[in-house]
């Protein structure tokens, strides 16, 4: 579909998660189809609920991990069509991963059920084809959980976001190197935009082609490694490429001594948990995992949509862009 195509049969939709820029990017893929969108968020003191949502959708506040706020402050005894899901834990932690990206998502399906939902469209992560974070296996949970909901469902697991791969940007702009693992070529990936990945979920709801499916899909054009982003950066501000490669052996002894300090002190174990996240995208490819040759392969990850990562790099540089990191600062 083009992005000002109206659905062919325009739905009342339940979105979790769109406070997040993802979230809110589908949010406006919803509404330029034509459906009615109500998003259940967070409450804030003193904040806008909407909390740059854009206008046109009705905005409902609530607790998505108590099943009680998520029926009477969410559904509220309406009846909806469908369950479109952007919600993820922010700190991939254990117990944040299983309360958010495996109960929470349980509970919203289940009270969706009982609303008359038919449909859910979920945002997954393409790292779950290889899980050996607590995040991974939560999100794997739910997504067995959906598949025999009984309903109509699409997990799409998208490939790397623009947002978390321009955390360096600032950085090299004050003149600092490029930080990579290894010689900086150990991955790679085709980035997807938030617009782009929005238009792809809301495709969801009308495609039958994309739906009882898992989607993995990624952004144009061919794959692209830490260095290659590094020296387009570079590149972009007229300097020499300056990296600084980070051994990864050095990443597997902060982790194993956190670890063992997490043994006797709390606070260590998620710093750990951060640690081994960190390790793992520095040393995954966000790209199609072949099972048969535990090779990651650029030529079977699906392409969508036409933005491209160079040329957000490029606004960023010329400042006519911001980088909303969140949660993706750390890498």
Request: charged share 25%; hydrophobic share 40%; glycine share 10%.
């Amino acid at each position: 579909m083009t992005d000002t195509a109206l659905s062919p049969r325009p739905r009342r939709v339940f979105l979790l998660g769109a406070t997040g820029t993802i979230g809110r990017a589908t949010a406006q893929a919803l509404l330029a189809r034509g459906h009615e969108v109500v998003c259940f968020v967070r409450p804030r003191a003193g904040d806008d609920p909407g909390r740059g949502l854009p206008a046109g959708v009705t905005v409902r506040t609530g607790d998505v991990t108590d099943p009680a706020s998520l029926a009477r402050d969410g559904f509220r005894g309406e009846r909806f069509d469908a369950l479109v899901s952007c919600l993820a834990s922010r700190t991939g932690t254990p117990r944040d991963a299983w309360a958010i990206d495996h109960k929470a998502q349980s509970d919203a399906l289940q009270a969706a059920r009982a609303a008359g939902v038919s449909q859910a469209v979920l945002l997954s992560a393409i790292c779950v084809q290889k899980p050996t974070l607590a995040f991974q296996q939560a999100k794997l949970a739910f997504e067995a959980e959906l598949k025999t909901s009984g309903l109509t469902w699409s997990i799409v697991r998208p490939t790397a976001f623009f947002k978390s791969l321009s955390g360096q940007v600032e950085r090299v702009k004050a003149g600092k190197p490029f930080l990579v693992f290894g010689d900086g070529r150990l991955t790679a990936c085709k980035p997807i935009s938030d617009a782009d990945l929005g238009r792809f979920m809301a495709d969801c709801l009308d495609d039958p082609a994309l739906q009882n499916r898992v989607l993995p899909i990624g952004g144009p054009g061919p794959a692209i490694t830490p260095r290659d982003q590094g020296e387009e950066l570079f590149r972009l501000l007229g300097r020499e490429p300056k990296f600084r490669e980070v051994p990864v052996a050095m990443m597997d002894a902060i982790i194993a001594i956190l670890s063992t300090l997490g043994r006797v002190i709390p606070r260590f174990r998620d710093k750990a948990e951060f640690a081994r996240i960190g390790r793992y995208y520095g040393t995954e490819s966000m790209l199609v995992l072949n099972p048969e040759t535990g090779l990651y392969e650029a030529e079977a990850t699906p392409e969508y949509g036409s933005d491209r990562l160079y040329d957000y790099y490029a606004r960023l540089v010329r400042g006519e862009d911001r980088a909303d990191l969140a949660e993706h600062a750390a890498f």
